[in-house]
């Protein structure tokens, strides 16, 4: 994941809720009405981008900062991303799951979050998951006719929609490797 | 009662094999004077000379060239430029050209001579001219296209003071690689302060920032996988593989380390890995593994 990478721009600027810890004055626009101050407790949903350094960033807080860790500015809720139910209907079956539709940068996605919170679970499942569908990717890119480009099957496309961003160049690129090999294998 | 003599009759091969690679030298030798005789550039020629030593085999060094050119392509990072290889194939190319060009020249003057059979060495020597360049020109153009990936990370290792040995711009790079290095990177760095840069505030117009929270400066991803081919082969003075270990079964291998897990594993030779690039970086560089 590069500075530059155009896939990890676009993920870092999904959506997260998550709470404030303090009234900050100033602040109002970041929930729609500028001028005013963001209270304690407000929720509201800001791009990963900046909620990743608010929830790790506290204030500084002169009389008692080295007694105990200060609290940073945002507490980072639960998203619906990797709601427990997200994560059940993972494992009771990765291939079937539209993934599209829940997040397109859903790995990207995860992995920050898994390194943000260390959660070795939801990596467990991660990983899990991309074996499976990996398989499953596999099946559908070698799967390649030489002389009609679009005569792909009912199922496989509707399998390509459910791919999030990370799969369909994986996707992309298997096709893309099988084609050209058939290609030299027939055509010389 | 049996006698082995597979020691006595190594002594006797040996022997034979030193007289045909005497006997070899000489075409070699007649064919650099006469590519000499033809050329202008014999100074230039004598320059280099003391340089490289002559020792060096033409097949050698086009397979080690192909090796090379195989790692760069599959390599994540930029490998050190193989700066003596690389002066003598282009030399060698400069001369082949000039043999064809007075080859041919010579067929233009005595017509009788031209029958087909007289013109398939020249075929064949353009063709593994053409070979030859397109070997070369590929594996400049993939060093160049990740110079322009890594140039601010080359830029920033250059200029740390506790490596000056190892990452030397012009140990890593051909004189005209670092050229490209640092005219690219400087009319790059003009688009981007012209275009964006001056716009923001003061401490926002660094590139090669690494204090934010993402860093700007791409490095390699050492931990990419690559498929490798261990194929042994180096031995030093004493003769033997100082590196190699054998493993339960008594065969030959290596035995490296994955540091993030923890986890030794044996590389046997004549096997196929897939593996992270930072564990067999050391032993592609000694020439022990092979990435494909």
């Known amino acids: ?188 | 009662m049996s006698i082995d003599i597979d020691d006595i009759l190594a002594e006797l091969d040996r022997d034979t094999t030193a007289v045909e690679q005497n006997a070899s030298s000489y075409p070699d030798q007649s064919d650099r004077t006469q590519g000499n005789d033809v050329s202008q550039i014999r100074p230039a020629d004598k320059v280099v000379d003391p340089v490289v030593p002559m020792q060096f085999n033409k097949i050698d060094d086009y397979q080690r060239l192909v090796t090379h050119w195989k790692n760069e392509r599959m390599s994540p990072e930029l490998l050190p430029y193989p700066h003596h290889l690389m002066t003598r194939t282009l030399i060698r190319i400069q001369e082949r050209i000039e043999l064809i060009e007075t080859l041919s020249m010579g067929y233009l003057e005595d017509n009788q001579e031209l029958t087909v059979d007289s013109k398939l060495p020249l075929l064949c020597m353009e063709a593994e001219l053409e070979r030859l360049k397109f070997l070369v020109r590929s594996f400049i153009r993939c060093r160049l296209s990740k110079i322009d990936k890594y140039s601010i990370y080359l830029r920033q290792q250059s200029e740390l003071p506790n490596n000056a040995g190892l990452s030397r711009l012009d140990l890593l790079m051909s004189k005209e690689e670092v050229k490209y290095h640092m005219k690219h990177s400087d009319i790059l760095l003009k688009l981007f302060n012209n275009a964006i840069l001056k716009h923001l505030p003061e401490e926002l117009q660094a590139v090669n920032d690494t204090e934010g929270s993402i860093s700007m400066i791409d490095e390699p991803d050492w931990n990419k996988t690559v498929f490798i081919l261990v194929c042994g082969g180096v031995v030093d003075e004493s003769g033997v593989d100082s590196k190699l270990t054998t493993d339960d079964d008594g065969k030959p291998c290596y035995s490296v380390i994955i540091e993030d897990l923890n986890e030794e594993i044996y590389l046997l030779i004549g096997a196929v890995y897939v593996i992270r690039y930072s564990v067999i970086r050391d032993l592609m560089t000694e020439g022990r593994v092979v990435l494909i």
């Open chain 1, 1 to 188: 994941m590069g500075y530059y990478d155009i896939d990890d721009i676009l993920a870092d600027g999904t959506r997260f809720p998550c709470r404030f810890n303090y009234d900050v004055p100033g602040l109002g626009y970041l929930e729609g009405n500028p001028g005013r101050p963001i209270s304690k407790n407000a929720k509201l949903e800001l791009p990963l981008w900046m909620v990743h350094l608010l929830a790790v960033v506290g204030a500084q807080s002169n009389e008692d900062s080295r007694v105990e860790e200060p609290l940073p500015f945002v507490e980072l809720l639960p998203p619906d991303l990797f709601a427990p139910r997200v994560l059940n209907a993972i494992k009771s079956g990765a291939t079937s799951l539209d993934l599209h539709s829940i997040s397109p940068h859903f790995y990207t996605l995860a992995e920050k979050w898994a390194t943000l919170f260390s959660d070795k679970e939801l990596s467990q499942v991660l990983k899990d998951m991309l074996l499976e569908r990996g398989q499953e990717i596999n099946n559908h890119a070698i799967s390649v006719s030489m002389f009609s480009n679009c005569n792909q099957t009912n199922d496989s496309a509707v399998f390509l929609q459910t791919l999030d961003e990370f799969e369909k160049t994986i996707y992309r690129d298997t096709n893309v490797n099988c084609k050209e090999m058939k290609k030299w294998l027939v055509l010389k």
